[in-house]
């Protein structure tokens, strides 16, 4: 769902089916936005934003955390580990324009 309303917005995408994978993609070259899902194998999105943020020219992308994970402490903390935004799943395309407009993307 998320990958058709971003390309509905006209965003090119690359998908990662793990952090892992994610953050080998990004060290090929940095996207200008990541959207970040809390649970994920191997690497989850808070293991894989602080690794982002570490590399250099990691503060440049644009990550909107997108998860279920919805408690006041889960939210903080991506928000501390250098996450722009935070979507809460079940989301909508006017959620997710909104979001992306808030950080600049849109």
């Known amino acids: 769902m998320a990958r ?4 509905g917005l006209d965003f090119q995408i ?3 089916e793990d952090g892992e994978q ?8 940095l996207p200008d936005a990541v959207l970040l899902d809390w649970n994920m194998p191997v690497m989850d999105g808070y293991e894989f934003l602080g690794n982002l943020r570490r590399m250099p020219g990691g503060d440049a992308p644009k990550v909107v955390f997108c998860t279920t994970e919805n408690d006041v402490a889960h939210i903080a903390r991506a928000l501390h580990a250098g996450a722009n935004e935070y ?11 909104a979001k992306f407009q808030e950080v600049g993307l849109i």
């Open 87 to 97: 979507i809460m799943k079940p989301f909508d395309k006017d959620i997710v324009t």
């Open 4 to 7: 058709r309303i971003l390309e």
């Open 22 to 29: 994610a953050l080998e993609i990004c060290k090929r070259g």
């Open 14 to 16: 690359v998908e990662a």
